[in-house]
């Protein structure tokens, strides 16, 4: 038998909806909306129900009537956000277009609340945000040419690619303001040693001489080599759909 704290078996979205009658005044869409304003600030150390009564002025009793528990406040801040993700219906444009704006999506969805990027696959994604994105790719790449389990496979790909790159880059700008210091900042700091160990690394060493200043712009490598891996991913899968013995 599921345990209660079971996370799958005791998501948000499996609970039957309370019966009506006296509600608090606040709604649950100001009540998710308020704890992303924490998580974004802050991240999930940095909410709890306490703190959250606190800043939405209601106490913490207007947000149990809506959720159990930190768990099942999380699960719906992240199908909220998941709600930035736009993803083309079929018809709107071609299947590598609809393919690149998701996974864009998802990228920039992620850098912008970095906290959920933790918390993906934690428990199930069932919301009605997540299962529109759901929808709308198994219909996108359904008319693209993939069916059963290579759709799945093909779906992933695209949602690992943008969730690796988001995963870097917040850890790096993270870093990045812990030290109160800019890349370039930071590179200049640690340019005299890397000169002192390139005679043990040549090839890294010609190859960083030959990237010049580029290097020192963070954002625009991150983005570039966001969009290469995508294009390649992209390339990839358009050859499978063309192989005549799948």
């Known amino acids: 038998m599921p345990s209660k704290s079971d996370p799958f078996t005791s998501s948000v979205w499996l609970r039957p909806s309370r019966a009506r009658g006296e509600q608090p005044t606040l709604s649950r869409e100001q009540i998710v909306r308020t704890a992303i ?6 991240g999930p150390a940095g909410l709890s129900m306490r703190r959250l009564g606190t800043r939405l002025g209601a106490g913490a009793t207007s947000v149990y009537w809506y959720v159990a528990n930190k768990d099942e406040l999380l699960e719906l801040a992240v199908d909220e956000v998941m709600g930035e993700v736009y993803v083309p219906e079929v018809g709107d444009t071609s299947w590598r277009v609809g393919a690149s704006v998701l996974a864009t999506g998802i990228r920039a969805m992620l850098l912008r609340h970095p906290w959920a990027i933790g918390l ?12 529109r994105i759901g929808d709308r790719t198994v219909a996108l790449l359904t008319a693209a040419g993939f069916a059963g389990l290579e759709l799945a496979h093909a779906s992933a790909m695209l949602s690992a690619h943008a969730i690796g790159s988001a995963t870097t ?30 005679p043990d690394h040549p090839h ?15 954002e625009r490598v991150w983005d570039e080599s966001f969009m290469f891996g ?7 899968l358009e050859m ?3 192989r005549s013995d799948r």
């Open 37 to 42: 304003e924490l998580l974004d600030a802050e």
């Open 120 to 131: 993906l696959g934690v428990r199930p994604t069932i919301g009605p945000n997540a299962m």
């Open 169 to 198: 880059v917040s850890a790096m700008l993270n870093s990045m303001r812990r030290s109160g210091m800019s890349m370039r900042e930071i590179a200049e700091k640690l340019e005299a040693n890397v000169r002192r160990i390139a």
């Open 204 to 218: 890294y060493d010609e190859w960083r001489q030959q990237v010049g200043p580029a290097a020192y712009d963070p």
């Open 230 to 236: 995508l294009e390649r991913l992209l390339d990839g």
């Open 240 to 242: 499978w759909l063309d």
